[in-house]
C-alpha cells in the first residue's frame, strides 16, 4: 500500500488521525510521543472516544482531547430489525443529515457479520435502480464519519459477533468521494486499530475510470473491487446509469483489465436483473463475451423495489435461468440473496424512510426530524 499520513488528504476529525499524526499532535502539546498511539489503540481498537473513558491517559491531556473535539461525529437516529436479523441503522451527523448503514450476519452463523456502509450522503449518480440515486447527492461525508460507521457498527454487535467484513455499498458513490475514502480504508485496515484484512472490505464501484486506476495504484489491487455493470450494451446502460454517458463499456472494460489482482484475487461484477430491461439471453451472452478474460465472478440482484421507480425483478425461474446460460458459457455465478427488504435494507434501498423499530443496543439516540 502506498498510502500514509504523509501522502493521504489531512484527516477532517481527531478521529481520522492515524497513529504517526496523533504522535505529532501530543508531542506538540508537550506530551510524551508514546501518547499517540494511546488514543489512537482507544479509538479504533477498544471504540472508545469520550476521554473520559480513558483511563490510561492523564488528566490533562483527556481535556486537550476534549478541547480537541475527540467524540462520536456521528450516533445513532433509529435502528429498523429484519425478521432475518440484518439491521439497519439511521445514522445523524452533527449538521443534521443522515445516512444508513446495515448489520448483515452470515446466514449459518451468526456470530459473522457484513457491514454495508454509505460513504455520501445521497449520490449523484442518478442509477434508476437506486433509491440513493434517484435521491440525488446532498453531501459528501467525512473520512471521519465514513469510518465511525464501523465503529459504532462493533459496538452495536452481540457479545460472540464480529465484523469480519465491510462493503462500501451503502449510499452513494465511494470513489467519488475517494480522498475521504481512501483515508477511512487505511484506518480500517491498520494493524494497530480494527486490523480488517484488506481481503475482507470491498468497494463498489458505478464505473469512475480515473479513480479505479487510482484506488489500484494507491493501494496495490489489494481492496476487493466490485463493479456495478447492470448492462452489456452502452446504449442500455446509460438509460439506466448516467455514468455510462462520460465512462462508457469499453473505457470501463479498459480499466478493469489494467486493475492489479493477484493470481486468486477476481472482480466481482453486480448485475440487477430489471424485467424486460437487461434479463434476456443476449443479454446473457453479451455478458460473457463482455468480460472475456478478465478474472471475474458475478453477483445476480434481483432489483429490490423502491418507491420512486416502477421497475420490478424477474420472476425467480427467469433469474434461475439467466443464471444458468452464463453458468454455461464458463462464469462464476451467485444469485445474491435478498437480506433485510423488509425493512429496506437491501441493496439499492438504502434512502431516507422508514420509521423506527427500537433504539439501538447501547445507542446514543437523538431525535429523528
Not at 481527531?14 to 504522535?23: D, F, G, K, Q, S
Request: aromatic fraction near 4%.
Amino acid at each position: 500500500m502506498k498510502l500514509s499520513a504523509d501522502t493521504l488528504a489531512p484527516a477532517s476529525h481527531p478521529v481520522a488521525r492515524l497513529p504517526a499524526e496523533w504522535e505529532a499532535c501530543v508531542v506538540a502539546w508537550g506530551e510524551p510521543r508514546y501518547r499517540g498511539k494511546q488514543i489512537f489503540d482507544w479509538i479504533h481498537r477498544q471504540g472508545v472516544l469520550d476521554p473520559d473513558e480513558m483511563s490510561n491517559v492523564p488528566k490533562r491531556l483527556r481535556q486537550r482531547l476534549k478541547e480537541e473535539g475527540l467524540g462520536w461525529p456521528i450516533h445513532i437516529v433509529s435502528t429498523h430489525e429484519s425478521a432475518d436479523q440484518t439491521t439497519k441503522f439511521l445514522v445523524g451527523m452533527p449538521d443534521g443529515e443522515k445516512v444508513e448503514t446495515v448489520l448483515i450476519p452470515q446466514l449459518g452463523d451468526e456470530r459473522v457479520v457484513t457491514q454495508c456502509i454509505s460513504s455520501q450522503v445521497g449520490c449523484a449518480m442518478g442509477c434508476v435502480f437506486c433509491a440513493s440515486g434517484v435521491a440525488g447527492l446532498k453531501r459528501q461525508m467525512t473520512d471521519a464519519e465514513i469510518v465511525a460507521q464501523v465503529l459504532l457498527g462493533r459496538r452495536e454487535l452481540g457479545p460472540d459477533q464480529r465484523i469480519r467484513n465491510v462493503v462500501f455499498m451503502g449510499m452513494g458513490e465511494p470513489l467519488h468521494n475517494y480522498d475521504a475514502v481512501a483515508r477511512a480504508l487505511v484506518l480500517l485496515t491498520h494493524p494497530d486499530g480494527l486490523d480488517l484484512s484488506k481481503r475482507r472490505v470491498t468497494l463498489s464501484t458505478s464505473g469512475l475510470v480515473k479513480q479505479i486506476d487510482r484506488l489500484g495504484r494507491d493501494f496495490d489491487g489489494q481492496v476487493q473491487l466490485a463493479i456495478s455493470l447492470h448492462a452489456v450494451r452502452d446504449e442500455e446502460r446509460s438509460k439506466i446509469m448516467p455514468v455510462n454517458r462520460k465512462h462508457g463499456l469499453g473505457e470501463l472494460i479498459e480499466a478493469l483489465r489494467r486493475y492489479p489482482l493477484s493470481k486468486r484475487q477476481r472482480i466481482t461484477i453486480e448485475y440487477t436483473l430489471i424485467h424486460g430491461v437487461n434479463d434476456s439471453v443476449r443479454d446473457a451472452n453479451g455478458l460473457v463475451e463482455l468480460l472475456r478474460g478478465i478474472p471475474v465472478k458475478v453477483n445476480l440482484i434481483p432489483m429490490n423495489p423502491i418507491a420512486a421507480s416502477e421497475l420490478r425483478a424477474p420472476d425467480t425461474s427467469h433469474v434461475t435461468r439467466f443464471q444458468a446460460q452464463l453458468t454455461r458459457r464458463g462464469l462464476s455465478v451467485f444469485i445474491r440473496k435478498t437480506r433485510g427488504d423488509d425493512v429496506a435494507a437491501a441493496c439499492g434501498q438504502l434512502a431516507f424512510h422508514g420509521s423506527p423499530r427500537r433504539t439501538g443496543r447501547n445507542a446514543l439516540v437523538a431525535d429523528s426530524d
